[in-house]
Each structure stands twice: as C-alpha cells, then as structure tokens.
C-alpha cells in the first residue's frame, strides 16, 4: 500500500510548517497583539509611546510619539499577520497621512470578533462573504452622511480649520492646535493650485516653545551664504547644481604621479587651480548672481565667487536641491558646456535671516509664489520631531481635502452610524453570514469604545448613549472627549475628512480578510551563511 508525504516530510530540514487551526490562531494572536499596542494611543486623550533603538555600539534613539504609523514602523515584528498590518499602516501614511492608528485598530478588532465565529465552527469564508456585505453598508452609510462644502468658500474653509483642529488635537500640538491649525490651514491654501506638498517647507529650531513657530512667506534653507560674498541679491538668477566643486585632483584608483623635483608640484598644483578656475568661468558664463550646489564648494572656487561678487550656498542636501529646483523654477545641473539650455532659477529676494540663534537663508518672491516655510520651535529635539510628524499628519489630510472635499463628523460619530446600519443588514441576512455582518458592527463599535476608555470614562455607559442618540435620529451626535459626554459634533466642529475615513474602513477590512484566509503558514529554510 502506497504511502502519502505529509508537506513536513517534503520540505527542506529547517522549515517550518504551521497547519489550518494552529496557523489561524498564530495569525489572529499576531495581530491583536499588535493592535492591543497601538490602540491606546487612539484619540485625543490617548498615551505616548517612548520607542528606544540605536545601531550596536551606537548611541540609543529617544523617540516619544503617539503616530502610530510611527510606532509600527519602529517596532520589528515576525509575525506575518502583525507585519500585514504594519504595511496597511504605512500605505494609510502614505495615501491620507492620518488614521494609521484607526486603521490597524479597526483591522485588529475585526480579527477578535473572527476568532470568536471561528470558535462557533463558522467556516471563513462564510465570515468573508458577509463581512463584505457589511463593508458595503458601512460605505454606503458614510457616503450618505457626508458633507461636501467645496461650493461654497467660507464653510469649506470652516472644514479646513475643523479638520485641522481635529486630526492636531490627539497630537502632541493639542495645547496650541490653534495656531497649528492656522499655519497648516494657511500653507496648505497656498499651494491649492497645485496641491504639491514639496513647496511647504518644514524647518525645526531648537529653543522657544512650540507657541513661537510660524510660517515664513518664502522658503527658508539651512545653510549659510560663503565668506567675503553678497549677503542680500534682488532680481536674483540662480544656478542650481550638483557638481564636484572641491580640488579637482586626479580620481583614477591606483594613480600615482612621480615628478623629478618640487617645480613640478606646483605645476600640477597650478594645473588644477587652472582646472577650476575654468569651471568657475563656465559657470560664471550663465549669467548668474547666485549659484547653489549640492556638494561642498572648496575655498579657492569660494574666493573665486566672492571676487566675482557671485553668492554661492554650498552642500544644500539632496532634499533641499529638489525642493529648490522646484520653487525657483530652475533645472539641476552637472556640466556647464551649454548655458542656453539650463533654465534659471529666479526670486525677488535672497537675504540672511535670524531665527533663534542661527541665520538661514530666505528666498522670497519665488518663481512658485506658494512656496512657504514652517519653522517649528521646541525645547527639546523630541518635541520637535514629534511636533514635525503632527504637523506632516495635518498638511497631508488637508491636501486630500482639497481634492476630496466630503467630510464627514469624528467623535465616534461615522463608527455608530455605520455600525447601526450594518446592524439592520444584518438581521436582514439569512443565515449564519448574518452572524459576520453582526460581528462587523461590533467591531465598528469597538472605535468609539476604545476613544472613551483611553480618556477614562465609563465606555459602556457613554457607547450605550450615543447609540441610542443616533437611534433617535441624532445623526451627528458624538462623543465629546472633554466633558465626557455626548455631544453634537457639528457644533463643536469635530470634523474629518472623508477620504480618510473610507480609506480605514477599506483598508481595515482588506486586511483582515487576507489573514483570516490563511489556513498554513510555511517558513522558508533560513539562508546559511557560506564561509570560504
């Protein structure tokens, strides 16, 4: 009688094979256990968390942050749900810049109430097919509840401030999430046209408080102007450029030059100043008043600018240089054989400023006129950092609301009225599918539950009220987490936007049908290291 291999016994020594039951539970333990992390971070009561980690022999890395994109990312994880969900956190990031903690929550929740079916004996697939009928309610239910104000200029701007305020106030900008709002609103309005992020700027400066960063209608870099050269430039024509610009020696590995006495050391010096001197005259011969570079700029092209009375920036980061190539309106150069066909970049105003103790360097005017700066003040560098993550959060959201003007309210407001809706789909649906749809709704219920225990309040209580408001037909009615009690969001101006919403549930959702579809995991043999 002919034997059967089992998928251990055909796999390489060192593998790993996990079957159905046990390669399940291994998934949803992962996962909840990574969204139990992450979730006490929710809303605006919600906790910091300290992320400590450094190269080995290196210094260690202080971080204090509440993003949980932030969070994810920083923490290594092996379990292939957990890391599943940290990828959804990074594409939320990337795609909407707010609700990463939301999304991983919700993905999180949706897990817990599947490992309960799954005890029932209800077989996965079952558990998908009604959680997508619940998917689509929920959209559906957020669709209709959506607010589009783009028409009307004065309320959409009320949207933006709203908006703002909300995703600030569980950041650590919360204290002075007023004048935050007021300078992310006012960035992200000057780039409406274009809706390019790249044109904000965001400086951090040691010293002040957080109450003393503003923005500057122009663009700021860190750097400074070289000796001896123009310290201000009107009508400026600026080359921009990523060349070698130190002692132009020969680079050959392996190159050895003998010479027969000193003479010829200072003809080979003299050959290379020569060298330079005619890079600097093609560069000249652009007819600029300002050159930038990417990389240092030694002290004898540096002289040769001052004499020229030419203002020269050096080792403007890789960052910077794109950034600038963009507000400016100028190419990046590395040859300068052929100046017709570099384009200039052009500005009102180039000038030193002061902030705090250091100067930069202010570009005004420029050929992009929504080009602006954000300097951030703090008193320690953790502060700034997280500061910098809050205020990227809110630039983000508000560019997506440009171009997806529906909002929707916070507050635990869309969760209960999608959750409510599922919750009539579901005693709508016949079969055990009706059983998934109801554990969608629950775990909907799980947001606003999560908000009221992170700020100390009775959650039973406070969920109970707010479903019975929305029951009652109280549509925009919250959970407002300063008195801790129910509330209007419309009046207390607790809005989000749309986008990010859709994209939570979209994405939650996605997530968890994609590791509550695996029945094995099987790890490859780890690679040997060869020696020789």
């Known amino acids: 009688m002919m034997g059967f291999a089992s998928a251990g016994e055909i796999l390489k020594p060192g593998s790993q094979h996990e079957q159905s039951e046990i390669a399940r539970l291994s998934s949803f333990v992962g996962a909840i256990a990574l969204g139990d992390i992450v979730k006490t971070t929710l809303g605006p009561k919600g906790m910091d968390k300290i992320l400590i980690g450094g190269r080995p022999g290196g210094e260690d890395t202080v971080r204090v942050t509440n993003d949980g994109a932030t969070i994810l990312k920083s923490i290594g994880v092996d379990n292939p749900a957990a890391k599943i969900l940290v990828e959804i956190s990074k594409v939320q990031d990337d795609e909407v810049g707010d609700g990463t903690t939301s999304v991983t929550v919700l993905a999180c929740e949706l897990l817990r109430e599947a490992e309960r079916l799954i005890a029932m004996k209800i077989h996965p697939q079952t558990i998908v097919a009604g959680w997508r009928l619940a998917k689509d309610a929920a959209r559906s239910a957020l669709e209709a509840s959506a607010l589009d104000h783009g028409a009307d200029k004065q309320l959409f701007l009320k949207d933006l401030e709203n908006i703002a305020a909300t995703t600030l106030s569980s950041k650590i900008l919360s204290q002075h999430r007023n004048h935050f709002t007021a300078l992310a609103v006012s960035a992200v309005l000057r780039i409406s046209a274009a809706g390019d992020l790249q044109a904000i700027q965001v400086i951090k400066k040691l010293g002040g408080t957080l109450g003393d960063s503003f923005l500057d209608e122009g663009f700021l870099l860190d750097k400074k102007i070289g000796v001896n050269q123009p310290k201000r430039l009107e009508n400026a024509k600026i080359l921009i450029a990523n060349t070698g610009m130190d002692a132009d020696k020969v680079k050959v590995f392996g190159t050895r030059v003998r010479v027969d ?59 910077g240089v794109e950034r600038l190539g963009l507000v400016l309106g100028g190419d990046i150069v590395s040859t300068f054989d052929n100046p017709e066909l570099v384009t200039l970049g052009t500005c009102d105003v180039i000038e030193e400023v002061m902030v705090g103790d250091d100067k930069l360097i202010r570009f005004a005017g420029c050929h992009r006129k929504e080009a602006c700066t954000i300097v951030i003040r703090g008193a320690t560098q953790q502060i700034l950092d997280e500061a910098e993550r809050s205020l990227h959060d809110a630039l983000c959201v508000l560019s997506q609301t440009l171009k997806e003007t529906r909002t929707v309210y916070g507050g635990g407001c869309s969760e209960v009225l999608m959750s409510n809706r599922v919750s009539q789909l579901a005693t709508a649906t016949p079969g055990k599918e009706s059983l998934a749809v109801e554990a969608f709704a629950n775990a909907l219920r799980t947001i606003p539950t999560i908000l009221a225990d992170n700020a100390g309040y009775d959650s039973a209580d406070l969920v109970a009220k707010l479903r019975a408001a929305h029951t009652a037909g109280v549509s925009a009615a919250g959970l407002d987490m300063f008195t801790g009690e129910v509330g209007d969001m419309a009046q207390l101006g607790v809005t989000e936007s749309f986008k990010v919403k859709s994209q939570v549930l979209l994405s939650a959702a996605e997530a968890a049908e994609m590791i509550l579809r695996v029945d094995n995991i099987i790890r490859a043999q780890p690679r040997q290291r060869e020696r020789h």
Request: proline share 2%; with cysteine.
């Open 261 to 319: 006495g000193t003479a010829k050391v200072a003809e080979l010096e003299a050959a290379e100043k020569q060298k330079m001197c005619d890079k600097v005259n093609k560069i000249k011969a652009h007819g600029i008043s300002c050159f930038i570079n990417r990389q240092l700029i030694y002290n004898y092209p540096e002289q040769l600018f001052a004499d020229a009375g030419i203002m020269a920036i050096e080792h403007a980061d890789f960052e």
